[in-house]
């Protein structure tokens, strides 16, 4: 939260709204703001990893700061040009990042395609989130519903997989939660793919602290 507010803080001084700052940049969408120099990132540039502070969630080791990769490919503006999508999350880790943050219902789909393409040469050396949990329509667009039910879920995880390049997902959100399906039966189809490696960590977005303990519980 602390880094959105800094985002709106900059826009003010500049004369723009927050809503204008992200639309002009295309890269800050889950409140991280990256500076100009990841765009000014070049191949021919040495490609030395810096050190950044970590934090603990839970037993996931991550990053200091991680990248929210939304708005590079989706919901605030047009997208940023892929290889130049690329060159940004690249340009992060080469910074030190090594926590990124996306989810299927970006573009749909394409952030997590751009995230799965940018961090494949190094996925070992990533933490990468998504999230689950809204619908979506027979035009693969969000139907505004909410679609948290666990066979859903293990549908969902697999193509997720598929668009990251990956065969794990280190973070795996509920990005609502959803009132139709106890959470319960939600932590139960995630317990599933934890037991199966496909997920390793489990995340819930805009939850209650009751809703996490009954989650923590399962």
């Known amino acids: 939260m602390e880094k959105s507010k800094y985002v709106a803080r900059t826009s003010d001084r500049r004369g ?3 809503r204008d700052f992200l639309a002009n940049t295309g890269v800050i969408g889950a409140g991280l703001a990256v500076g100009p120099s990841l765009w000014a ?3 021919d540039q040495p490609k030395e990893i ?3 502070k970590t934090r603990k969630l839970g037993k996931l080791e991550v990053s200091e700061l991680g990248l929210g990769c939304m708005s590079i490919s989706a919901n605030y503006g047009p997208p940023a040009p892929r290889d130049q999508g690329i060159k940004v999350i690249r340009a992060a880790h080469e910074k030190g990042t090594t926590f990124f943050d996306t989810a299927e219902v970006y573009g749909p789909y394409t952030s997590e395609e751009l995230v799965g393409e940018a961090l494949a040469p190094f996925r070992d050396n990533v933490a990468i989130a998504t999230k689950f949990g809204f619908e ?3 035009d693969a667009k969000p139907t505004g519903g909410l679609n948290s039910r666990p066979e859903h879920i293990k549908k969902v995880v697999a193509d997720s997989l598929k668009r990251l390049r990956t065969d794990r997902i280190d973070l795996y959100y509920q990005h609502r939660v959803d009132p139709k399906v106890p959470i319960e039966d939600v932590a139960g ?6 037991k199966e490696g496909k997920v390793l960590h489990f995340g819930l977005s805009e939850a209650s602290a009751k809703t996490i303990r009954l989650a923590h519980a399962v």
């Open 189 to 194: 189809a995630i317990k599933d793919l934890v």
């Open 41 to 43: 990132a070049s191949s």
């Open 16 to 18: 723009l709204t927050r």
């Open 50 to 52: 810096k050190k950044m």
């Open 136 to 138: 979506f329509g027979p």
